[in-house]
């Protein structure tokens, strides 16, 4: 079973940056579009952006121009550039498949916290 592990969460204060990484532990993203989902307190999970096998990436309209995917194909790891974070970009983040075919279990996640 494919692990996912996602780290680099933290407390930031509105306007800073953070960098995410999501380290897979067999090659499951080269092949893939994998995304970049955070699930608030009390919300649902959302997909804020996916890169796809090419390379083309996509953002939700309220991260766009503040959040920047990446992925290390060679590495098994994917990364998400967030700046100029805003306290409604709190939540637990996570990595995935896009596609839920395939797609490996739900990591642990790892924590946002942006202070206004």
């Known amino acids: 079973q494919v692990q996912l592990v996602e780290s680099g969460g933290g407390l930031v204060q509105a306007g800073g940056s953070l960098r995410l990484s999501c380290s897979a532990s067999?090659?499951?993203?080269?092949?893939?579009?994998v995304g970049w989902y955070r699930q608030a307190p009390g919300k649902q999970r959302e997909l804020v952006a996916s890169?796809?096998?090419?390379?083309?990436?996509n953002y939700v309209d309220s991260v766009k121009g503040r959040f920047t995917i990446s992925r290390d194909n060679a590495k098994n790891t994917v990364y998400l550039q967030m700046n100029n974070l805003k306290p409604e970009d709190t939540a637990l983040y996570y990595c995935?498949?896009?596609?839920?075919?395939?797609?490996?279990?739900w990591g642990q996640g790892t924590r946002v916290t942006v202070s206004s």
């Open positions: 995935n498949l896009v596609s839920v075919i395939g797609r490996p279990l």
């Open positions: 067999r090659n499951i993203f080269s092949r893939n579009v």
């Open positions: 890169v796809s096998s090419g390379g083309i990436t």
